[in-house]
Structures are given as structure tokens and as C-alpha cells.
T-cell receptor, first 117, second 114 residues
Framework: GAVVSQHPSWVICKSGTSVKIECRSL??????MFWYRQFPKQSLMLMAT?????????EQGVEKDKFLINHASLTLSTLTVTSAHPEDSSFYIC?????????????FGPGTRLLVL | AQSVTQLDSHVSVSEGTPVLLRCNYS??????LFWYVQHPNKGLQLLLK??????LVKGINGFEAEFKKSETSFHLTKPSAHMSDAAEYFC????????????FGTGTKLQVIP
């Protein structure tokens, strides 16, 4: 149980294009999903918290217009990197919190590696 | 405010010997604490969690951790390391209350020597 998927797992795009990453909770409902960014050999940096049916809460320093987050259903959140540039290249990981879990456990997706040329 | 300190960025052990990965935390509220493992180019897998129940928590793959409030520690241990344990380990503190605040440690890379 508690499986989270991400799609795509790898994406290579040209500078200036937009990329959409999907995060799905496969066997549970997630009212809250989180988006992280991880640079090589570093820890995860929380970008934003996504709540179903409402606007995402962004961490300080994360551009809302650059990283668009939509959480339209209890099992799906999307992160769109708009007008991507090489400095956006990174490993993006989502996590989801089980609506029934009062212990606040986050279940992580396998990650999406983005390379912007 | 809350923070997590993983005291070792890199730990090297021989296969079959004990593993100790250290984590200290600070939190203004009663926290939940987690250990996650990340293998190269993979997402994070939950090893174990502490959520104000038993202070000694047993997780998957033979790992366990003990919550010590007096020492503000949550060290991860395993009696006997296996080659497959080589990975990056993250200690995480989480505080609920309207807006869940999650803080990651900087990670400890575990190397297992055959």
C-alpha cells in the first residue's frame, strides 16, 4: 500500500519550453501533496505544499509563476515548470500524505529527472 | 522553529558489522520523526517513523531507531550491515497543526565494505 507514482521519470527539453510532471497516489487519497527539488549530493528542498482544491503554498524563494502546481483531485497533483532554463535542471520528487494517516507520514514518488538543454 | 542535524555526512562500515546513523532534532512542539532511505536515482522509501507511541521504533530491513527526548536524538541502528544497505539516509522531523512543517536533514551516505 501507499504507492506514489511520478510521470515522466526522465525528461529532456529545450530551453524555453514548459514541462509538466505528474504525481499520483495509486492506492490512497491524498489531500496534501508536496513537491521537492534535490540537487546532486544534497538533501531535499521543499518547494511547495499542494492542497486538493486550493492554491498551493510555496516556500520562500520559490517562484509561483515559474513552478505552477495544480492539485485537482485527491490522487493527482501536477508541477509545471514554465519556460524552463538550464538552471531548472534537477531531480524533482513529490510526496503524498495519506488522508487517513494521522501520523503525518509522507510517501514519496520515484522522482523525475529534468534536464534542460 | 525546528531543525534536524545529521551528524555524519558519510559513514563507512564493514558488511556484517553494526550501523549507527546519528540524528538530532529541535522542535518547539511534539514532533513526528522519520527515517527515509534513498538509493541512487530513486525516490525515498520510508524506513520507520516515530509518532509519540513507543520510543523504540522498528522499521523495515532490520533497522530500528530510538526516540530520546532528553537527548533530542533519533539515531538509526541496524545490528548487521548488508551490502544492499548502501544508500543515502535522511532524518526528517515533522510538526502538524494546520500547515504541516517538514524539515529534512542533510543526509548521511552509508557505505558498506565487503
Amino acid at each position: 500500500g501507499a504507492v506514489v507514482s511520478q510521470h515522466p521519470s526522465w525528461v529532456i527539453c529545450k530551453s524555453g519550453t514548459s514541462v509538466k510532471i505528474e504525481c499520483r497516489s495509486l492506492d490512497f487519497q491524498a489531500t496534501t501533496m508536496f513537491w521537492y527539488r534535490q540537487f546532486p549530493k544534497q538533501s531535499l528542498m521543499l518547494m511547495a505544499t499542494s492542497n486538493e482544491g486550493s492554491k498551493a503554498t510555496y516556500e520562500q524563494g520559490v517562484e509561483k509563476d515559474k513552478f505552477l502546481i495544480n492539485h485537482a483531485s485527491l490522487t493527482l497533483s501536477t508541477l509545471t515548470v514554465t519556460s524552463a532554463h538550464p538552471e531548472d535542471s534537477s531531480f524533482y520528487i513529490c510526496s503524498a500524505r495519506d488522508q487517513q494517516d494521522r501520523g503525518e507520514t509522507q510517501y514519496f514518488g520515484p522522482g523525475t529527472r529534468l534536464l534542460v538543454l | 522553529a525546528q531543525s534536524v542535524t545529521q551528524l555524519d555526512s558519510h559513514v563507512s562500515v564493514s558488511e556484517g558489522t553494526p550501523v549507527l546513523l546519528r540524528c538530532n532534532y529541535s522542535s518547539s512542539y511534539s514532533p513526528s520523526l522519520f527515517w527515509y532511505v534513498q538509493h541512487p536515482n530513486k525516490g525515498l522509501q520510508l524506513l520507520l517513523k516515530y509518532t509519540s507511541a513507543a520510543t523504540l521504533v522498528k522499521g523495515i530491513n532490520g533497522f530500528e531507531a530510538e526516540f530520546k527526548k532528553s537527548e533530542t536524538s533519533f539515531h538509526l541502528t541496524k545490528p548487521s550491515a548488508h551490502m544492499s544497505d548502501a544508500a543515502e539516509y535522511f532524518c526528517v522531523v515533522s510538526v502538524a497543526g494546520g500547515y504541516q512543517k517538514v524539515t529534512f536533514g542533510t543526509g548521511t551516505k552509508l557505505q558498506v565494505i565487503p
